[in-house]
């Protein structure tokens, strides 16, 4: 069955940084476009930036434009988010997110908290 897990989130003070990480199972990955969601209390998730199959073609929320970075690893069947200059409101869990051809898939989130 498709699994994604998340790992690497916790609390980092503002401009600080962080790696996410979504390991990846049961489809075929390296075919796959995958993107980052996050949901801060209150709020609807949103998206954060998606990635193509590849990784040649990346896109990101107005929000994060230049401080995120998405990439892929396909032979470890792994993605990721880079983030640097974290700001306060970049406090939410963050989702790993794959739309298959008959469902949408979720990770269980993994928490960001930006606190000083």
């Known amino acids: 069955q498709v699994q994604l897990v998340e790992s690497g989130g916790g609390l980092v003070q503002p401009e600080g940084s962080l790696r996410l990480s979504c390991a990846a199972s049961?489809?075929?990955?390296?075919?796959?476009?995958m993107s980052w969601y996050r949901q801060a209390p209150g709020k609807a998730r949103e998206l954060v930036a998606g990635i193509s199959s590849t990784g040649t073609s990346t896109n990101y929320a107005d929000s994060v434009k230049g401080r995120f970075t998405i990439t892929r690893d396909n032979a470890k069947n792994t993605l990721y988010l880079q983030m640097s200059s974290l700001k306060l409101e970049d406090t939410a869990v963050y989702y790993c997110n794959w739309k298959g051809p008959f469902n949408v898939y979720w990770g269980q989130g993994t928490q960001v908290t930006v606190s000083s």
């Open positions: 049961g489809f075929t990955f390296s075919r796959a476009a």
